[in-house]
């Protein structure tokens, strides 16, 4: 693997004389206040050429950017595609800042002369290579700027006639505008920190925005001559709930559901920043991989430390030849278990039965007490009674009181209630069949495939009390402690309600009444039929019908009241 | 006869018991084509259940047995396998001795028109003969038996094992001559299902028919006869039903069994007519259709007893026949039971037109249903109307069958009247139709 890149580095010094082509790419991680991650891909690649020669070797360059470039004569393209808002109360400011839906804006050459022309091109095209509606694009969007979008790259010419700028808000972001923006990447989707863009895991944050930024640019310090610099971005803030379930855990794996293995071969840089100004002395949050590596950038007017992962160097990836960093917070254990707990869930698979599942949940570490346990199950939810079973640690456990009214179609939902006791710091789960019915067209709701809803159950209990209860209900307390009456002082009452169930039903065909209706009363006529004509018919020898002129002489003959033919 | 008989009944068993024992019982009892909400085991249990939680069991929509299964299975719940096996044994049994004394029956009509030449000379070839009538009972005992249906029928322990078990022994006791048994078994069997209700007339014909008593409306030994085998039978029915009323006292297995029958509340997929019907039926026509739909089932009853009168064994096939096509709950096991008399009529197998194709659509629908049950319900990429097309075709099938049959035995007395080759005016072949 070194010796197969050493070779590409050789190769790219040795072709170097006319075009030169240096790729860097990096990734940093920041850790937001409020618990989210946000994560910002910048891939850049510098092109060496001289377009008034005429010939355009592109070796990493991406040839239809390049093309495009060359017959618009466009000096400085800047295009960003961003899904959500950043907000800046929460979150800081953005390395490089989008607003949301798309933004175009572009520097002509001043040897353009149809500028508007050439606009209306440059977008028409662009809309085809991002798969975007960039076409919306026409003169009802787009200025001229005098002052704000100076150009960012070198170059003098100032005349606000070559710039124009344009903004879709409603441009939506997905895949299809994903997939071409990866393939002007250099190593595309297959190496280096690019694999880590799949859409399934970027499109679900709350933040994602992707740009494209062409400027000509110093070759180096001295500015003897000018390369041209092509930047793709990607920012994204993944949520803490959303993408991270809840709990302060990030991981590259987390996030995008890939682990790094290998940096792009075709780049010369390819470094990973995480940013740890906030965790000096690793208090706060812990990495790992541990890295030695640690720079102190001025960005944004401060200045931030940041532990740099080499992807270039092979150790960086250690004994697995994967890279996953993980940052986990220290999380402070003082949260209140409570007592008692209910949870439910539908088990099975198919729309013919399928099961309900009650957890209890009694977090007392010495203590049991009973609870009531209501049920309603809408009718369309046929209950098997003789399948209830309750069990508590694994052994069985029966409720010493039980009250089932089972239901009646259409007047009734089934109704049950056990008095179960619940053991010590254990779980007791309440499971019990059901049979889905097909219910009649006109009974479905609108949507019938979003579901039924079952109601939540109801888990009544005196729950063993740690201090001394007030059984005195004439005394001035306050509101929110004198709802429930209390009539001993060693419990309280205590009522918990738990998750409402979504049900699918099996559907009928909605679309079909006058088809149904017509081809099953066909079915009851050809049995009619066949049967009718087997009851009313009766044998008898076929005989070959005359030929027409018979037949005219014989209504003729019939009419004479003469013998047939 | 008795030993392959015998042997018959051990395979048949053997196929049973296995299949009890293994891992398809379970999925087999939860199959919508061989259970109904009529007859399945899960609701016995479930009644009992509720019974046991002291509810009453038809409280609730899910029990629709009558009473006298809840009071028979309380007793034999822990033995239900042995019972279920038990059941199809005695149908066997009994439809093999019944088609016996009919074949019996048949030769002995046969004998008597020969004699007295009341058949044309050409018939030689549709007369029947002993031998070849001789292994017929064991091939109806053979056909119920090892038919896939019944053993599905049997390893779901559904119900329906014992409603047939009812309706082969009231034949067996309507070809035997009993009235008064004759008359109880046909209670014991409209008490479980109204439906064989229709085959009063039938039996009435044959029993009419034994005694020698001719079928006149102005014969007043017609009209004895009639009223006291039709008081057996009401009065058996009205016992039943004050035993039931007793068992629980209440009223409420009323509505629960007669009424969901003839109402059709519940729109589980069977495969019978029903239920895609009346799922996509628009309200205000509801009531018309489910009327139309019962009716239609009682109502060739008439029409069929004023054809066949002569031949009443004939007409309980086709009643049998039309009672599973065309009643709202049907499951493979109703089906079962009309199938086992296909070999009595052998004989007719060179008039039938349709049974090659008859067969073929009866196996591919078979072989479909649950392809296109699990396509809808657990893979969720077809839907019902696939389900429902199998359900009609499977029909389309059934009716051809029957009404083949009837065909075919319709013809074969024609021919027996007029002569085998018939010719026309002009000498040459004729073709025979229905005008």
Same mark, same amino acid.
């Given at each position: 693997?070194?010796?197969?890149?050493?070779?590409?580095?050789?190769?790219?010094?040795?072709?170097?004389?006319?075009?030169?082509?240096?790729?860097?790419?990096?990734?940093?991680?920041?850790?937001?206040?409020?618990?989210?991650?946000?994560?910002?891909?910048?891939?850049?690649?510098?092109?060496?050429?001289?377009?008034?020669?005429?010939?355009?070797?592109?070796?990493?360059?991406?040839?239809?950017?390049?093309?495009?470039?060359?017959?618009?004569?466009?000096?400085?393209?800047?295009?960003?595609?961003?899904?959500?808002?950043?907000?800046?109360?929460?979150?800081?400011?953005?390395?490089?800042?989008?607003?949301?839906?798309?933004?175009?804006?572009?520097?002509?050459?001043?040897?353009?002369?149809?500028?508007?022309?050439?606009?209306?091109?440059?977008?028409?095209?662009?809309?085809?290579?991002?798969?975007?509606?960039?076409?919306?694009?026409?003169?009802?969007?787009?200025?001229?700027?005098?002052?704000?979008?100076?150009?960012?790259?070198?170059?003098?010419?100032?005349?606000?006639?070559?710039?124009?700028?344009?903004?879709?808000?409603?441009?939506?972001?997905?895949?299809?505008?994903?997939?071409?923006?990866?393939?002007?990447?250099?190593?595309?989707?297959?190496?280096?920190?690019?694999?880590?863009?799949?859409?399934?895991?970027?499109?679900?944050?709350?933040?994602?925005?992707?740009?494209?930024?062409?400027?000509?640019?110093?070759?180096?310090?001295?500015?003897?001559?000018?390369?041209?610099?092509?930047?793709?971005?990607?920012?994204?803030?993944?949520?803490?709930?959303?993408?991270?379930?809840?709990?302060?855990?990030?991981?590259?794996?987390?996030?995008?559901?890939?682990?790094?293995?290998?940096?792009?071969?075709?780049?010369?840089?390819?470094?990973?920043?995480?940013?740890?100004?906030?965790?000096?002395?690793?208090?706060?949050?812990?990495?790992?991989?541990?890295?030695?590596?640690?720079?102190?950038?001025?960005?944004?007017?401060?200045?931030?430390?940041?532990?740099?992962?080499?992807?270039?160097?092979?150790?960086?990836?250690?004994?697995?030849?994967?890279?996953?960093?993980?940052?986990?917070?220290?999380?402070?254990?003082?949260?209140?278990?409570?007592?008692?707990?209910?949870?439910?869930?539908?088990?099975?698979?198919?729309?013919?039965?399928?099961?309900?599942?009650?957890?209890?949940?009694?977090?007392?570490?010495?203590?049991?007490?009973?609870?009531?346990?209501?049920?309603?199950?809408?009718?369309?939810?046929?209950?098997?009674?003789?399948?209830?079973?309750?069990?508590?640690?694994?052994?069985?456990?029966?409720?010493?009181?039980?009250?089932?009214?089972?239901?009646?179609?259409?007047?009734?939902?089934?109704?049950?209630?056990?008095?179960?006791?619940?053991?010590?710091?254990?779980?007791?789960?309440?499971?019990?069949?059901?049979?889905?019915?097909?219910?009649?067209?006109?009974?479905?709701?609108?949507?019938?495939?979003?579901?039924?809803?079952?109601?939540?159950?109801?888990?009544?209990?005196?729950?063993?009390?740690?201090?001394?209860?007030?059984?005195?209900?004439?005394?001035?307390?306050?509101?929110?402690?004198?709802?429930?009456?209390?009539?001993?002082?060693?419990?309280?009452?205590?009522?918990?309600?738990?998750?409402?169930?979504?049900?699918?039903?099996?559907?009928?065909?909605?679309?079909?009444?006058?088809?149904?209706?017509?081809?099953?009363?066909?079915?009851?006529?050809?049995?009619?039929?066949?049967?009718?004509?087997?009851?009313?018919?009766?044998?008898?020898?076929?005989?070959?019908?005359?030929?027409?002129?018979?037949?005219?002489?014989?209504?003729?003959?019939?009419?004479?009241?003469?013998?047939?033919? | 006869?008795?030993?392959?008989?015998?042997?018959?009944?051990?395979?048949?068993?053997?196929?049973?018991?296995?299949?009890?024992?293994?891992?398809?019982?379970?999925?087999?009892?939860?199959?919508?084509?061989?259970?109904?909400?009529?007859?399945?085991?899960?609701?016995?249990?479930?009644?009992?259940?509720?019974?046991?939680?002291?509810?009453?069991?038809?409280?609730?929509?899910?029990?629709?047995?009558?009473?006298?299964?809840?009071?028979?299975?309380?007793?034999?719940?822990?033995?239900?396998?042995?019972?279920?096996?038990?059941?199809?044994?005695?149908?066997?049994?009994?439809?093999?001795?019944?088609?016996?004394?009919?074949?019996?029956?048949?030769?002995?009509?046969?004998?008597?028109?020969?004699?007295?030449?009341?058949?044309?000379?050409?018939?030689?070839?549709?007369?029947?003969?002993?031998?070849?009538?001789?292994?017929?009972?064991?091939?109806?005992?053979?056909?119920?038996?090892?038919?896939?249906?019944?053993?599905?029928?049997?390893?779901?322990?559904?119900?329906?094992?014992?409603?047939?078990?009812?309706?082969?022994?009231?034949?067996?006791?309507?070809?035997?001559?009993?009235?008064?048994?004759?008359?109880?078994?046909?209670?014991?069997?409209?008490?479980?299902?109204?439906?064989?209700?229709?085959?009063?007339?039938?039996?009435?014909?044959?029993?009419?028919?034994?005694?020698?008593?001719?079928?006149?409306?102005?014969?007043?030994?017609?009209?004895?006869?009639?009223?006291? /085998?039709? &008081?057996?039978?009401?009065?058996? #029915?009205?016992?039943? =039903?004050? @035993?039931?009323?007793?068992? $629980?006292?209440?009223?409420?297995?009323?509505?629960?069994?007669?009424?969901?029958?003839?109402?059709?509340?519940?729109?589980?997929?069977?495969?019978?007519?029903?239920?895609?019907?009346?799922?996509?039926?628009?309200?205000?026509?509801?009531?018309?259709?489910?009327?139309?739909?019962?009716?239609?089932?009682?109502?060739?009853?008439?029409?069929?007893?004023?054809?066949?009168?002569?031949?009443?064994?004939?007409?309980?096939?086709?009643?049998?026949?039309?009672?599973?096509?065309?009643?709202?709950?049907?499951?493979?096991?109703?089906?079962?039971?009309?199938?086992?008399?296909?070999?009595?009529?052998?004989?007719? /197998?060179? &008039?039938?037109?349709?049974?090659? #194709?008859?067969?073929? =659509?009866? @196996?591919?629908?078979?072989? $479909?249903?649950?392809?296109?049950?699990?396509?809808?319900?657990?893979?969720?990429?077809?839907?019902?109307?696939?389900?429902?097309?199998?359900?009609?075709?499977?029909?389309?099938?059934?009716?051809?069958?029957?009404?083949?049959?009837?065909?075919?035995?319709?013809?074969?007395?024609?021919?027996?009247?007029?002569?085998?080759?018939?010719?026309?005016?002009?000498?040459?072949?004729?073709?025979?139709?229905?005008?």
């Amino acid at each position: 693997m070194a010796t197969h890149r050493c070779n590409i580095f050789m190769l790219a010094f040795v072709l170097c004389g006319l075009t030169c082509v240096f790729v860097r790419e990096e990734l940093v991680i920041r850790p937001l206040h409020s618990g989210d991650i946000y994560a910002s891909f910048q891939f850049r690649t510098l092109w060496d050429t001289d377009f008034l020669r005429g010939i355009s070797h592109y070796r990493l360059f991406p040839k239809s950017l390049g093309q495009v470039i060359s017959k618009f004569s466009v000096r400085e393209l800047h295009i960003s595609f961003t899904q959500g808002y950043w907000r800046t109360m929460q979150w800081g400011q953005p390395f490089l800042p989008s607003p949301p839906g798309a933004e175009l804006w572009v520097w002509f050459q001043d040897t353009v002369t149809d500028v508007d022309g050439a606009w209306k091109e440059l977008t028409n095209v662009l809309s085809g290579i991002f798969c975007a509606s960039l076409n919306f694009i026409d003169s009802t969007n787009t200025v001229q700027p005098s002052a704000s979008f100076k150009p960012l790259g070198l170059g003098n010419v100032t005349d606000q006639r070559f710039l124009r700028y344009a903004v879709l808000p409603r441009e939506i972001v997905c895949t299809e505008n994903l997939t071409p923006w990866k393939k002007l990447l250099p190593c595309g989707s297959k190496a280096g920190l690019a694999v880590l863009m799949k859409s399934e895991k970027l499109f679900h944050s709350s933040f994602h925005s992707q740009a494209l930024h062409f400027r000509p640019v110093c070759q180096d310090w001295k500015c003897k001559s000018t390369v041209l610099e092509l930047r793709q971005t990607l920012n994204v803030v993944f949520d803490l709930h959303t993408s991270g379930q809840g709990k302060r855990e990030w991981s590259l794996f987390k996030m995008f559901s890939r682990t790094l293995t290998e940096a792009c071969p075709l780049a010369s840089s390819s470094k990973v920043y995480v940013d740890v100004t906030d965790n000096p002395q690793g208090e706060l949050f812990e990495l790992s991989p541990t890295t030695p590596l640690l720079s102190q950038v001025v960005v944004l007017g401060d200045r931030r430390t940041y532990s740099v992962y080499d992807l270039t160097n092979q150790a960086t990836f250690g004994q697995t030849r994967s890279l996953n960093m993980l940052l986990r917070w220290r999380a402070a254990e003082n949260m209140l278990r409570p007592l008692l707990h209910g949870e439910r869930y539908v088990a099975g698979y198919g729309l013919q039965t399928g099961e309900i599942h009650t957890l209890m949940y009694n977090n007392h570490p010495y203590r049991a007490f009973p609870v009531l346990l209501l049920d309603t199950v809408p009718w369309y939810l046929r209950l098997y009674i003789h399948t209830l079973t309750v069990t508590s640690k694994g052994r069985d456990n029966k409720p010493s009181y039980i009250h089932y009214q089972p239901s009646k179609d259409r007047l009734r939902p089934h109704l049950l209630e056990m008095l179960v006791q619940l053991p010590p710091n254990s779980v007791t789960e309440v499971t019990v069949q059901f049979e889905r019915a097909l219910l009649k067209w006109t009974e479905y709701t609108p949507d019938p495939n979003h579901g039924f809803y079952v109601g939540s159950s109801v888990i009544s209990a005196l729950v063993p009390s740690v201090v001394a209860m007030d059984t005195n209900s004439t005394r001035e307390c306050p509101l929110f402690s004198s709802f429930f009456p209390c009539k001993e002082e060693s419990s309280y009452f205590m009522r918990v309600y738990t998750e409402p169930l979504l049900v699918n039903l099996p559907t009928p065909d909605f679309s079909m009444p006058y088809n149904v209706i017509c081809l099953t009363c066909t079915v009851v006529a050809v049995g009619y039929g066949s049967l009718y004509n087997l009851l009313t018919r009766t044998f008898q020898v076929e005989e070959p019908s005359p030929g027409l002129a018979k037949r005219l002489a014989n209504i003729i003959r019939r009419l004479r009241g003469v013998p047939l033919l | 006869m008795a030993a392959p008989l015998t042997l018959l009944i051990i395979v048949a068993v053997t196929i049973r018991a296995v299949l009890f024992r293994s891992s398809l019982a379970e999925l087999i009892s939860e199959r919508v084509e061989v259970v109904s909400p009529l007859n399945a085991w899960k609701r016995v249990v479930e009644g009992l259940a509720l019974l046991d939680l002291g509810v009453s069991p038809y409280a609730g929509d899910v029990f629709h047995e009558t009473p006298l299964i809840i009071y028979f299975f309380h007793f034999v719940i822990d033995y239900a396998e042995i019972v279920f096996m038990i059941a199809d044994a005695l149908t066997a049994v009994a439809l093999y001795l019944a088609v016996k004394d009919y074949n019996k029956t048949v030769f002995r009509k046969q004998k008597y028109a020969l004699e007295a030449e009341r058949y044309p000379l050409d018939c030689v070839e549709l007369i029947r003969t002993p031998k070849e009538m001789y292994y017929i009972p064991l091939k109806v005992a053979m056909f119920y038996l090892l038919n896939p249906f019944t053993i599905l029928s049997c390893v779901a322990k559904s119900t329906c094992g014992l409603n047939n078990a009812v309706i082969a022994l009231f034949i067996l006791c309507t070809v035997k001559g009993s009235a008064l048994m004759s008359a109880i078994f046909l209670a014991l069997a409209t008490y479980q299902s109204i439906y064989p209700l229709t085959l009063f007339a039938p039996a009435l014909l044959f029993l009419l028919q034994r005694l020698y008593i001719p079928v006149n409306w102005q014969r007043s030994s017609f009209w004895l006869f009639t009223t006291q /085998y039709a &008081f057996m039978y009401l009065g058996s #029915l009205c016992v039943m =039903v004050c @035993l039931s009323f007793f068992l $629980l006292s209440s009223w409420d297995f009323l509505s629960s069994v007669y009424g969901f029958i003839l109402s059709v509340p519940d729109l589980t997929p069977n495969i019978g007519l029903f239920w895609y019907f009346f799922a996509e039926m628009f309200e205000h026509f509801r009531l018309f259709f489910i009327c139309v739909f019962q009716i239609n089932v009682f109502f060739y009853t008439i029409p069929l007893s004023v054809k066949l009168k002569e031949h009443p064994v004939f007409l309980i096939f086709m009643q049998i026949a039309i009672i599973s096509i065309f009643k709202s709950y049907p499951t493979v096991g109703d089906i079962a039971l009309y199938m086992a008399f296909l070999p009595a009529w052998n004989h007719l /197998y060179r &008039f039938l037109r349709n049974i090659f #194709l008859v067969s073929v =659509v009866l @196996l591919a629908c078979s072989a $479909l249903f649950p392809v296109l049950w699990h396509l809808w319900i657990y893979a969720g990429s077809a839907n019902s109307n696939f389900y429902y097309a199998i359900t009609l075709l499977f029909n389309v099938a059934q009716i051809l069958l029957v009404s083949d049959y009837f065909y075919a035995y319709l013809r074969r007395e024609h021919h027996l009247t007029h002569g085998l080759y018939l010719k026309r005016k002009d000498g040459s072949e004729a073709t025979l139709v229905l005008k």
